[in-house]
């Protein structure tokens, strides 16, 4: 084909165009496969050649994955590929989502492009089911469900991932050799042609029923001739059945005619009621209007009685103010006449009170010369005041040593109180810290409902078990910092974290019954027997594993990195080896690099063979782990590297450091309480002296202030005894004649002013007496007014009485006639249901219809009467008519059945000959081809044709059907491997596993150019085949997968895409160089490229050109320096 020249980097590689490559994609074939999170794969895209695909890399990297990708994104399930049947287990590790992308080539270059996606969600889904629900299928973008996925992918582009012929993956090598002939042939139909295949399907159906078809004639007649007597006794139980049945039907016309005479009857009590309600509204309205003439005569009398009440309230304010004037004028005057009285007592006791006052004067005298002598009781206040000085210096000095001992016992009491805050503290942390397997149990019941109520049934029930119960295993692991929690959890599967320990059968037993089997809730149970820890046989010797932790950076075993109680251990140990698993530091990576670590640590210390190996470093902040595995085909080993992430189940939280800290800090606290106590018990004894010191003292103090106290009140009782004496003798000296002049003054005063108020009163009197007249007279007059009111107001109650009486009778007839008007709407509507008018109104209008309900309830009565005599036997009618149907069926059955076994019979001979015709021939090329292939190789193979046993057909002279076995026919795959040998069936009790997998490859090259899937898939079909034969064979499919098209054919008018996945590829292959191969190389392991972009094809050929020549220009330079040192 055409190829455009590349960059001047990659010389003269020529590469064919976009557009070239393009055209020449077998319609449904793939140009573009894309994953993302999907086993081995973070994130990939390839673009498949559109002829022969070899796909090589080194076991574990990921190339049987592509197969798994290209099964699943085309609709395919898991048991399909034979590796697991939950598709969320090929979700990449401590992933959530995997997604897959494949684009498939359309059928026109024009045409519309398919881009099939598949979106497994390890959430979605039930837990204990096959991972159905975990998919979601989109086209071009758009969610689609799983079928039409499925029809596009068969039914437009005939892709058949479920055929073996067509896709065969690696676990699935070994059941196309296991098939037996039949299986084979149907495999074979399949990917050939549908229309073959179906065919084949209905021969054996039409086969079968031609076998099936050959009933006895006469046995027939004598069943249907049985049949006839048995309905014949059924006759006049039929007739009663009718008769019954028309009375029902009587019955049901006499309920419709009931109906329309009930709906009649109800119509005339409806215009009844409206008539009295039109009535009543009448006679409303006259009430109405004779109302409102007594309504303005009432309102205008209640206006008079309004005004003329307000006049007499006016007069009664003013009557009542002038009565409190009145009466204010007479106490006033009485006040005056007890001012008087008491003024001319006061006179009279003048000279009383004199005699009095210098009684008085001479006892207080008396009393102040008694206070005088108390002087003499006390002592000197200089000395008193000297006391006290003198006893407050001295308790100064004892108070400054006081405070000082009291400062020092404060400062040693918080110096302890901190210390036992800073343990009580530590102590709580330390025991929340102590709490992490309820924290880690309650994070597993959050995202796991079904271990919750595992451990739930466990912990209810723990009389019911014999030994002991652990678990889940995640409680129970404590990892001795986060790193080594990352490597433990990445080790062990999900499922052991969430499984549970016994320790005997028993209780395995019955766990295993009352959970799982009774309540339908998924459980991983482990059997360690008696809970024993048995004896570890460590993987490497002692001297090899000093080796290894002295020069290529190894720490200890992976099971010395936590703690846990020897059934945890043992169930970890039995079912993830973590006693064989190392972990090392950043030295591992320099061994690696440098040391040729994988030779070591896989070789055997006897030197017999290779060792898988697996272990955990940390180098620059990353975590890897590495496990090699020895093939079991070649024994090489293979490489498969993962990246570790964070611990997520056996996220701790809990820094092992911070728990040493806390304990020290507990210990320094316990330190510094025992050391400070005697000191702050010593400072206590000191203070409690010094107080019992100060006592006395403070007793002094106390008694000379309280002296100091009472002599100053004596001063103050002395100073007001002396104030007393003095206001007595002003009290005793005081001039009589003055005061009885002043009180004459006052009496005289007090006279006059009780005048004036009589007179002030009696003319208060008058106006009062004046009002309370007037208001009498108003009073009378509106007593006259309300009684008009009053009668004026019955009269209108009567009257809005009768209105009201008239109004709520109308609103009742409106009711009534509602009500009758709505029951008659129902009536119609009813009636209409069960007779419409226009259907039935002839046939209920007929003289033999009775014309009055009671006519048609006695009428009705009457035919209920006579059904209820006839029993009920819906089944003699049901047995009747179904016996009668039986009879034409047979009788039918007696006249066309001789001719459909003839048309039968010419449909089977003439699909017979058109298919066995082709399947004969397609037989004859593909042994043709096999044959050719197998001498190739120095072996021989034929293909035939299986026909049951039967070469020719036969007939059953009993009963005149053809016989072909036609689900016996098959196609047999002989081979012989040896010259002494003969031609036998390929079987896998015969022949070894490189002769299977030789046979079945030549197989299908000899079915390629037939088959009519777009592409066939192919994986590790090579293994086992000596290099001789995997030369020939590899020779042989690329042969047939690259042919050229013919000339005059479209570019994609070939065989089709070809994957053929190998781990390997031997030396200086033929045919290499063809430019319809493509070869897809998977990387993996620590030296990989960032971006997969990074490697560059043409690049790399360029290079080694110019290195080879380069090379060959040195070679001939020193070959001429030799040719003239030898001249």
Not at 794 to 819: I, M, V
Not at 893 to 911: A, C
Not at 946 to 963: H, Q
């Amino acid at each position: 084909g055409k190829s455009t020249k590349q960059t001047q980097s990659t010389m003269d590689i020529d590469r064919p165009s976009v557009e070239e490559r393009n055209q020449r994609y077998k319609p449904g074939s793939i140009k573009r496969v894309k994953l993302k999170n999907f086993l081995t794969y973070d994130d990939v895209e390839f673009f498949p050649g559109p002829r022969l695909n070899v796909v090589v890399g080194p076991n574990g990297t990921g190339k049987s994955t592509i197969l798994c990708a290209i099964c699943l994104g085309l609709g395919g399930q898991p048991p399909l590929l034979g590796r697991a049947d939950d598709a969320r287990l090929f979700i990449k590790h401590e992933k959530d989502q995997a997604t897959i992308e494949i684009e498939l080539a359309p059928h026109k270059s024009d045409g519309p492009i398919h881009i099939l996606k598949r979106v497994i969600e390890r959430d979605r889904g039930s837990e204990n089911g096959n991972g159905k629900g975990a998919s979601i299928y989109y086209v071009n973008g758009t969610k689609t469900p799983l079928k039409s996925i499925k029809e596009l992918v068969t039914e437009k582009y005939h892709i058949n991932i479920d055929n073996l012929c067509t896709f065969l993956p690696q676990d699935k090598v070994g059941n196309f050799s296991g098939f037996d002939k039949q299986a084979l042939l149907l495999e074979t139909e399949k990917s050939l042609s549908s229309s073959l295949y179906e065919t084949h399907q209905q021969l054996i159906k039409l086969e079968k029923e031609l076998q099936s078809s050959g009933n006895d004639v006469k046995a027939t007649e004598e069943e249907l001739k049985t049949l006839k007597k048995q309905n014949e006794r059924l006759e006049r139980e039929k007739e009663l059945m009718e008769e019954r049945q028309e009375l029902l039907e009587r019955i049901d016309l006499l309920k419709k005619k009931r109906a329309w005479l009930l709906f009649d009857q109800k119509r005339e009590e409806a215009k009844e009621a409206k008539e009295k309600r039109e009535e009543l509204k009448k006679q409303k309205r006259e009430a109405e209007r004779s109302v409102r003439p007594i309504q303005e005569e009432h309102a205008e009398m209640e206006g008079k009685v309004t005004q003329i009440q307000t006049t007499t309230k006016a007069l009664e304010v003013k009557g009542k103010r002038e009565k409190k004037n009145h009466e204010d004028c007479l106490s006033k005057m009485e006040n005056h006449s007890d001012g008087i009285e008491r003024e001319v007592s006061e006179y009279q006791s003048v000279d009383a009170q004199q005699r009095r006052a210098l009684k008085e004067l001479e006892k207080e005298r008396r009393r102040l010369q008694d206070v005088e002598a108390e002087a003499d009781d006390f002592p000197s206040m200089e000395d008193t005041e000297r006391t006290i000085t003198e006893a407050q210096k001295e308790l100064r000095q004892l108070r400054s040593a006081l405070d000082s001992s009291k400062r020092s016992s404060q400062d040693l009491n918080k110096q302890i109180e901190s210390a036992a805050e800073n343990s009580r503290r530590a102590s709580e942390r330390l025991g929340k810290m102590k709490d992490e397997k309820q924290h880690r149990l309650q994070r597993l019941f959050a995202k796991n409902e079904s271990v919750k109520t595992a451990y739930m049934f466990i912990h209810e029930n723990r009389k019911e078990f014999r030994k002991p119960v652990h678990g889940p295993i995640a409680a129970e692991v404590q990892p001795k910092n986060p790193l080594y929690a990352s490597y433990i959890e990445s080790h062990v599967s999900q499922s052991t974290w969430k499984a549970f320990v016994v320790e005997c059968s028993e209780d395995y037993n019955y766990l295993f019954r009352e959970v799982r089997q009774k309540r339908k809730i998924p459980i991983n149970i482990i059997l360690v027997p008696n809970g024993r820890l048995e004896p570890m046989t460590r993987m490497y010797s002692d001297q090899k594993y000093s080796v290894l932790k002295q020069e290529h950076g190894f720490i200890e075993y992976l099971d010395e990195t936590f703690t846990a109680i020897d059934p945890i251990m043992q169930a970890l140990i039995s079912k993830h080896n973590i006693d064989k698993v190392l972990v090392g530091g950043d030295a591992v990576q320099e061994s690696l690099d440098r040391k040729d670590l994988e030779n070591f640590i896989c070789a055997k210390e006897n030197g017999s063979s290779k060792q898988s190996a697996c272990f955990f470093y940390t180098h620059r902040n990353s975590s890897h782990k590495y496990t090699y595995s020895v093939s079991r085909y070649n024994g090489t080993i293979g490489l498969n590297t993962m990246g570790i992430s964070p611990a997520r189940v056996l996220q701790s939280g809990i820094d092992p450091r911070e728990k040493e800290q806390l304990t020290q800090t507990i210990n320094d606290a316990r330190e510094t309480i025992e050391r400070l106590t005697p000191e702050l018990n010593n400072l206590k004894d000191e203070n409690e002296k010094l107080l019992s010191q100060g006592k006395p003292i403070s007793l002094r103090i106390k008694d000379a202030k309280r002296i100091k106290s009472d002599y100053a009140s004596y001063k103050m009782k002395l100073k007001n005894q002396r104030e007393k004496v003095e206001d007595a003798e002003e009290v005793a000296n005081k001039d009589n004649g003055r005061e009885k002049s002043k009180r004459i003054a006052q009496i005289k005063k007090l006279i006059q002013l009780s005048i004036k108020s009589g007179e002030d009163a009696a003319k208060a009197h008058s106006e009062m007496m004046k009002t309370l007249r007037v208001l009498t007279g108003v009073k009378m007059s509106e007593h006259g007014l309300s009684e008009c009111l009053r009668k004026l107001t019955d009269k209108l109650s009567e009257a809005q009485a009768a209105s009201a009486e008239l109004l709520n009778r109308y609103k009742q007839a409106e009711a009534d006639y509602n009500e009758k008007k709505e029951n008659l709407r129902k009536l119609l509507a009813k009636a209409q249901e069960i007779a419409p008018r226009e259907q039935w109104h002839e046939r209920l209008d007929e003289d033999d219809m009775p014309s009055t309900i009671e006519d048609v309830d006695d009428a009705m009565d009457d035919a209920e009467s006579k059904v209820s005599s006839i029993t009920d036997n819906p089944h003699v009618m049901k047995q009747y008519e179904e016996r009668k149907k039986k009879i034409e069926v047979l009788q039918e059955k007696l006249d066309t059945e001789g001719g459909e076994k003839d048309l039968k019979k010419k449909q089977l001979e003439t699909k017979r000959t058109k298919w066995e015709s082709a399947l004969q021939n397609i037989v004859n090329l593909v042994n043709g081809k096999f044959s050719t292939y197998m001498k190739e190789v120095g072996c021989a193979g034929e293909i035939r044709l299986y026909t049951g046993g039967n070469n020719e057909s036969r007939e059953n002279e009993e009963t005149e059907n053809l016989k072909y076995d036609f689900k016996d026919w098959g196609v047999e795959i002989m081979v012989k491997f040896r010259e002494a040998s003969t031609l036998q069936v390929l079987s896998a009790q015969t022949h070894s596993g490189g002769e299977r997998s030789v046979s079945t490859i030549m197989y299908l090259m000899g079915l390629q150019n037939l088959m009519s899937s777009p592409f066939r898939c192919v994986d590790e079909i090579n293994q086992g085949l000596d290099e001789r034969n995997e030369r020939l064979v590899f020779k042989r499919i690329v042969n047939n997968s690259t042919i050229p098209v013919e000339e005059g054919a479209t570019p994609n008018d070939h065989c089709g895409q070809y994957f053929l996945i190998t781990p390997k590829l031997l030396p200086n292959l033929e045919g290499m160089e063809n430019e319809e191969i493509t070869v897809l190389f998977v990387f993996s392991g620590p030296y990989n490229f960032d971006n997969c972009l990074d490697w560059n094809v043409d690049k790399f050929i360029a290079d080694k050109k110019r290195i080879l020549s380069q090379r060959t220009e040195v070679d001939n330079g020193n070959s001429r320096g030799k040719k003239r040192r030898s001249q």
